[in-house]
T-cell receptor, first 112, second 117 residues
């Protein structure tokens, strides 16, 4: 599984757009990019997944450039409740078995 | 639908004692996983069940840890005897059969915090 690198922490203010970039230089052809969110005292929660270009859901957008060596999670108009740790993971399909490799994640602190 | 349920939420035991953690996955999820985060470290994979069979237990730290999933429903993770370094949060996750396209998406429980004194 490809290793990922992301900032340890980020600060933002309510109402701002937050972009968290993840580097995955060794991403393989079959790898998908998945982001999880974790609140204190909870388990990680799936946010979004993509393979290339742009993916958008009700929570976030995921931008993946053509070379796929990085990806950016975009959270529109964050609120205090978006304070959490965000993990970028890269895994392959169809051989992906759910054996996820978590890094340190990015701790996002949203301030009023 | 009900999520992944873990019990207990917090357990405090003394070194040398035994603890059993339980996980109830989402109904119909054949895949069940155990992960853990020990103090200051990253979340690490422990093992993976497909129904009642252990698919991958490469992350189990040593033979003091025993995971079971009888009948392919709930799972237990027993630590016997517990050591200080076993303290941490143990997460259970489940998923549907491996995705044909897209990477597998896991639903995690809230975790069981284990404190070994």
């Amino acid at each position: 599984l490809a290793k990922t690198t992301q900032p340890i922490s980020m600060d933002s203010y309510e109402g701002q757009e937050v972009n968290i970039t993840c580097s995955h230089n060794n991403i393989a052809t079959n790898d998908y990019i998945t982001w999880y969110q974790q609140f204190p005292s909870q388990g990680p929660r799936f946010i979004i997944q993509g393979y290339k270009t742009k993916v958008t859901n009700e929570v976030a957008s995921l931008f993946i450039p053509a070379d796929r060596k990085s990806s950016t999670l975009s959270l529109p108009r964050v609120s205090l409740s978006d304070t959490a740790v965000y993990y970028c993971l890269v895994g392959d399909t169809p051989s992906n078995t759910g054996k996820l490799i978590f890094g340190q994640g990015t701790t996002l602190q949203v301030k009023p | 639908e009900a999520g992944v349920t873990q019990f207990p939420s917090h357990s405090v035991i003394e070194k040398g004692q035994t603890v059993t953690l339980r996980c109830d996955p989402i109904s119909g999820h054949d895949n069940l996983y155990w992960y853990r985060r020990v103090m200051g470290k990253e979340i690490k994979f422990l093992l993976h069940f497909v129904k009642e069979s252990k698919q991958d237990e490469s992350g189990m730290p040593n033979n003091r840890f025993l995971a079971e999933r009888t009948g392919g429903t709930y799972s237990t993770l027993k630590v016997q005897p517990a050591e200080l370094e076993d303290s941490g949060v143990y997460f259970c996750a489940s998923s549907t059969p491996i995705a044909v396209s897209g990477a597998n998406v896991l639903t995690f429980g809230a975790g069981s915090r284990l404190t070994v004194l």
